[in-house]
């Protein structure tokens, strides 16, 4: 069974601060990953997408991907309020025909 | 406009009930899913479809159905509904691989489902 772990949170930290979200992921041909954000009751929403080890940038969020650890990870700087939601990991399977999401990190950015 | 439009957007009903839910998109994806959430439990999929005629089951397949009627529109049938098939339920499409590496996936806004 192929899986996608995150810790369910929730984290909290305080406005202005950064946030660091984790994943890990059992199957080592994975090659695509992808960081969603989901409000409560919405749908996920992607903000992120990373193919390659390192860390790529977009905006205030970077997406850092280390793929002999098979771990990834989400930077948020100069969290805000409006960034509380759940943020969902998810990995391509080796072949890109599936994806496996994990059950998300709750994040609480305190004003 | 939506790029990925599910109906109905909340939805109750009886147990023993059959119950279609339907998904449509103008995103020009050949690529569409179905998936539940439930708390704690994140996204299972539910069933998958490549292209028109291709139908594949997801991790949790008992007791739905689904149909592909086109490219645009991917519907999600509970041929006879139970309580524990009370969940947010989301279509999603992505667009096909580029050399063996997965698309993201974009999702419709759900339908809240509670059978009872």
């Known amino acids: 069974q192929k899986e996608v772990e995150q810790n369910s949170g929730p984290l909290s930290v305080p406005e202005g601060a950064i946030a660091s979200l984790n994943c890990t992921y059992s199957d080592r041909g994975s090659q695509s990953f992808f960081w969603y954000r989901q409000y409560s009751g919405k749908s996920p929403e992607l903000i992120m997408s990373i193919y390659s080890n390192g860390d790529k940038e977009d905006g205030r969020f970077t997406a850092q991907l280390n793929k002999a650890s098979q771990y990834v990870s989400l930077l948020i700087r100069d969290s805000q309020p409006s960034d509380s939601a759940t943020y969902l990991c998810a990995a391509s399977l080796t072949g890109g025909f599936k994806t496996i999401f994990g059950a998300g990190t709750r994040l609480f950015v305190k004003a | 406009d939506a790029d990925v439009t599910q109906t109905p957007r909340n939805r109750i009903t009886k147990t023993g009930k059959r119950i279609m839910l339907e998904c449509s998109q103008t995103?020009?994806?050949?690529?569409m899913y179905w998936y539940r959430q439930d708390p704690g439990l994140g996204l299972r999929l539910i069933y998958y479809s490549f292209d028109v005629k291709d139908i594949n089951k997801g991790e949790i397949s008992d007791g739905y159905s689904v149909s592909r009627q086109a490219q645009a529109k991917f519907s999600l049938s509970l041929e006879s509904a139970i309580p524990n098939q009370t969940a947010l339920y989301f279509c999603?499409?992505?667009?096909?691989?580029?050399?063996?590496?997965?698309?993201?996936?974009?999702f419709g806004d759900g339908t809240r489902l509670s059978i009872l």
């Open positions: 999603a499409t992505s667009g096909k691989n580029t050399g063996g590496w997965g698309q993201p996936q974009h």
């Open positions: 995103k020009g994806h050949d690529r």
